[in-house]
């Protein structure tokens, strides 16, 4: 799949992005295992803490699909949360049907569930992400919940998640009881520079994305860790500005094309996208031309912004170019290169600058690699290939 198809941004940082894709970084594991401490304490409240993009959400839903194998649990979000809503919304969750009355009847019914669950060994577990933007009633609520308990036992275990200021809402007066079970807090860090390098190619290639490396290169990814401050909502976001403005830059000059044909009709088209192609018969190749008369790693194709450079690789029944033998050529637009029974036009080519004809011809750095090197790449890609089957 080409890195730069329209949607490729938003399947890997974007709205489109697979929720279940997690890509753990070292205070996100941290953060976890704080949870999973916290709630197995006898006072069972924790706080999570960090800025907006954080990754808290993403936390908070993996600690609750952990902590629902063994018990009821409800996440509900903070935001304009009215004491109502809290307690239809957690018993919704917790698989307990309300009936219609009074707010005091509602209570009641969830006081009499978590009475039942803990009596039973499993102490139902409530998140409240976004905690910090509750109304103050939700909040005189929770505290009135974390006072209920059960022969000596507290009725139910709490997690909050918000911004830094949440530890200080619960130094209020009005939340002594939560106060009381001594919350534990862990305040979130942000990716070092190697974790967003890694959570950037690892979220691109989840998504369908090809050659992460290219799309960001090292000196990428150290610029958007440092716009981004490290944290994975804003990494999002500036990732997908980085993607769209790369499609951009590509849409704005015509992409070179080859046209593969056999027998005079067209049976593959490549856009050359990338800075390399490798064309021959192993099927790790970038081109594959299925021909006996073609090496299994017969030609390259070297990609460059206003030339096309073809090698021959050491084939063993050479490469052609308008019926002429090359081992190395700069491409024109039209060429046709022959392989065997297969012809392969190139179109889309810009207008070569002496300037550019002169500097391929003669710098040694764009002379053909070495066949070693090219081999050792093929298997390379081959290992990767068998590991994955």
């Not at 974007?14 to 976890?32: F, I, K, N, T």
């Not at 637009?333 to 392969?344: E, F, Q, R, S």
Request: neutral net charge; glycine residues 6%; charged residues 25%.
């Amino acid at each position: 799949m080409n890195a730069h198809d329209s949607n490729l941004g938003s399947r890997a940082f974007g709205e489109l992005a697979d929720e279940s894709l997690v890509v753990a970084y070292q205070s996100h594991q941290d953060a976890l295992r704080f949870l999973a401490s916290s709630l197995s304490q006898a006072n069972g409240v924790a706080i999570l803490q960090g800025p907006d993009g954080s990754g808290k959400t993403t936390i908070v839903k993996e600690q609750l699909a952990w902590s629902g194998r063994d018990t009821a649990v409800a996440l509900v979000n903070g935001r304009h949360l009215a004491p109502r809503r809290l307690v239809t919304e957690m018993m919704a969750q917790f698989g307990e049907g309300t009936t219609v009355g009074d707010d005091q009847q509602l209570l009641q019914q969830l006081s009499n569930f978590l009475s039942r669950q803990v009596r039973a060994g499993h102490a139902p577990v409530l998140f409240v992400d976004d905690a910090d933007r509750a109304t103050s009633s939700a909040l005189r609520l929770l505290n009135w919940l974390a006072a209920l308990d059960a022969r000596g036992d507290y009725a139910l275990r709490i997690v909050l998640s918000g911004k830094e200021e949440l530890a200080g809402v619960l130094r209020d007066d009005g939340m002594r009881n939560l106060a009381r079970r001594h919350p534990a807090t862990y305040t979130l860090n942000p990716l070092t520079e190697q974790e967003t390098m890694i959570y950037l190619r690892t979220r691109l290639i989840a998504a369908g994305g090809e050659r992460s490396e290219r799309v960001f290169p090292l000196d990428i990814c150290a610029q958007l860790h440092v716009r981004s401050g490290g944290w994975p909502g804003q990494l999002n976001r500036h990732a997908i500005e980085v993607m769209e403005r790369i499609a951009e830059l590509r849409s704005a000059r015509a992409m070179p094309r080859i046209f593969v044909t056999h027998d005079g009709d067209t049976i593959a088209e490549y856009e050359l996208s990338d800075r390399e192609y490798v064309i021959g018969r192993n099927e790790l190749a970038d081109i594959v031309i299925e021909d006996t008369y073609v090496s299994k790693i017969h030609a390259m194709l070297k990609v460059y912004s206003n030339a096309v450079v073809l090698l021959d690789l050491n084939s063993t029944n050479g490469t052609t170019v308008n019926s002429r033998v090359v081992q190395k050529t700069i491409l024109r637009n039209d060429d046709v290169i022959t392989l065997g029974h297969y012809k392969l036009k190139i179109e889309g080519l810009p207008a070569l600058s002496a300037e550019m004809d002169e500097k391929i011809s003669a710098s040694d750095t764009m002379t053909m690699q070495n066949l070693k090197d090219i081999r050792r790449a093929r298997a390379r890609r081959t290992i990767k290939a068998l590991k994955h089957k």
